[in-house]
């Protein structure tokens, strides 16, 4: 990982989860790495190399914007063979 990788992360769930509506916004993806399923990624790298305190702190967080995250997003059943990489990338935002 590399400095503020966490800072960084969340900071895109921030301002993903500030847009307004139900649900995140399709036309909002930016690139590949630059999308909130990346910086969901990384957060997983990281929890795998924390102290276990640090690990339920970041943890907490985490859980919490696992909820948002699936509450405004929809199921894509396409992606189901993604789930391997996290269950985040087999959902779709609004189109």
């Known amino acids: 990982m590399w400095p503020n990788a966490v800072a960084v992360a969340l900071s895109r769930f921030e301002w993903a989860f500030k847009q307004p ?3 995140l916004n399709a036309s909002e993806v930016c690139s590949p790495g630059f999308e909130v399923e990346d910086a969901r990624d990384d957060l997983e790298r990281v929890m795998r ?10 943890g907490r967080l985490i859980a919490r914007i696992d909820e948002e995250f699936e509450r405004r997003t929809l199921p894509e059943p396409n992606n189901v ?15």
């Open 21 to 23: 509506g139900r649900y």
């Open 49 to 58: 190399h924390l102290p276990p305190g640090a690990q339920r702190d970041l």
């Open 81 to 95: 063979e993604w789930a391997v990489m996290g269950w985040w990338w087999t959902r779709t935002r609004e189109r």
